[in-house]
């Protein structure tokens, strides 16, 4: 039996994390990948876990940051996405950003050269066949509508929806750094950074307005088919944000703190564009916070009203494309099973979870737990207390029903945070009391502590010093 395959559906984050977790064990593994063979709306090449919206893996501060406590268990245990993010990084102040085909091109290789991996190119049409005993879904959110369609067959539940934004890239010689300028918020030095990763570009009151006012009326791309389909919080589009009151801007990706005008010290900005480098060679800027679902002649003639960027060149425009996820609560075990047909889990955004990081993560949940299966071992889930745990719980469980409508569900995307933990004692300093964030601040490090002692803890003799 340990000879037959784990077959995994999708070669994106989640699948090609699964599949390496699995044959890390020892279990060979089928992973089946429908590109070339059939494209996707968002996806432009064919290499295995490509990024299709931003280039970040969001905070690395594993001290109090939750997804950098999810990244430090991930490295702990041995990931492959972390381990190829490590050596693709491009500066990013706090944050930890990939060179986007550096990082694809790294992970593609490594399954490409494992000996117990085979890259299956082919369309999976339907469920995967009963003899396909431990098998894995990890589509994303870009399922093909054939499999889709089977998924909700199978589970008796309609899929929820929400829609997702992609933000633009611009050419960095087309930046004018005379009216803009590097820092960092905060000037804080991140993962192979300099305190100067960010180019920010200044916008004073009546440019910040005017800006505002273009952005709500500019004419959008529109979904009819998919109307009522909500946004997720974490990925709106910049004009939907601008339409939520004119100072969302300024309290979200356009906030001024932190910053100081190197070409006007003085002179306090009332709000700031950032772009950040998206690839290796520095030739290419993101637009962070800037997902839109503008039309493209719309999205040029905007974001060059932006100080910096008159004449700015895009090497691609922002974009908008559907996300699907399953009731994973209602349809999921703790292991990510099926409970209507053991042996078939689900990983990644389609179970419920939303970021880079977040799916990967669960892609290296499945694939042990798929390996362990297939070995006769034991699989005991994550600690709740753990980065994983809280996550895990969080698609398995961790939502609760609205009280004003019996039976809707209310399980929704989320990124791991700091709510989804168990809470955890803090003690003052003796004879001192907390003042501003202290309190805060020390509670998020004791909850990353915990976190990295239990997930030591369940890993066991796993991860070694170089892990750390």
């Known amino acids: 039996m340990i000879d037959k395959p784990i077959h995994i559906i999708g070669g994106g984050l989640a699948g090609s994390e699964a599949a390496w977790q699995a044959a890390q064990a020892g279990v060979p593994v089928i992973l089946h990948e429908m590109r070339p063979v059939r494209g996707t709306e968002a996806h432009r090449t064919d290499g295995l876990a490509e990024l299709v919206c931003s280039n970040s893996f969001r905070s690395d501060d594993a001290e109090t940051n939750a997804v950098g406590v999810l990244h430090a268990e991930m490295r702990l245990a041995r990931s492959l996405i972390m381990r190829a993010g490590d050596a693709n990084q491009v500066p990013a102040g706090g944050a ?207 974001f060059r009203m932006i100080p910096g960027l008159e004449n700015a060149e895009f090497a691609r425009l922002g974009g908008l494309h559907r996300n699907t996820y399953i009731n994973s609560p209602a349809l999921l075990d703790p292991t990510l099973q099926l409970k209507s047909r053991p042996g078939l889990r689900f990983a990644g955004q389609i179970t419920g979870c939303e970021g880079y990081v977040e799916s990967a993560a669960i892609g290296l949940l499945a694939g042990r737990f798929a390996a362990a299966a297939r070995l006769g071992q034991a699989a005991p889930p994550p600690p709740l207390t753990t980065a994983f745990g809280a996550l895990l719980g969080h698609i398995t469980g961790g939502h609760i029903l609205s009280d004003d409508e019996p039976g809707k569900r209310s399980f929704q995307p989320m990124n791991i945070n700091f709510g989804l933990f168990p809470p955890v004692e803090v003690e003052k300093p003796e004879g001192k009391r907390f003042r501003g964030k202290e309190k805060s601040v020390a509670r998020k490090r004791a909850l990353s502590a915990r976190a990295l002692a239990d997930c030591r803890q369940w890993l066991g003799g796993e991860f070694s010093a170089a892990a750390e």
């Not at 916070?289 to 719309?298: I, M």
């Open 96 to 302: 930890l950003a990939v060179d986007r085909d550096g990082f694809s091109d790294a992970v593609t290789k490594a399954i490409e050269d494992h000996p117990l991996i085979t890259i299956a190119r082919e369309e999976v049409t339907g469920l995967p066949p009963e003899d396909w005993d431990q098998a894995i879904i990890a589509t994303g959110p870009l399922t093909a509508p054939a499999l889709a369609e089977a998924i909700a067959t199978q589970t008796d539940e309609k899929a929820l929806a929400f829609f997702d934004a992609i933000a633009p890239i611009v050419h960095f010689d087309s930046i004018d750094l005379d009216t803009c300028w590097f820092q960092s918020r905060y000037d804080k030095v991140g993962p192979g950074g300099t305190g100067k990763d960010y180019i920010n570009c200044p916008m004073d009151k009546a440019q910040y307005e005017a800006f505002i006012q273009a952005l709500i009326q500019g004419e959008k791309t529109e979904f009819k088919e998919w109307e009522g389909t909500p946004y997720f919080d974490g990925c709106l589009p910049i004009e939907v944000m601008a339409e939520r009151g004119p100072e969302t801007l300024r309290h979200g990706p356009m906030k001024p703190m932190g910053l100081t005008n190197a070409h006007q010290p003085d002179e306090k900005p009332y709000a700031v564009v950032q772009l950040r480098q998206d690839n290796a060679l520095g030739t290419l800027y993101n637009m962070v916070g800037f997902q839109t679902k503008l039309k493209y002649g719309e999205q040029a003639r905007i």
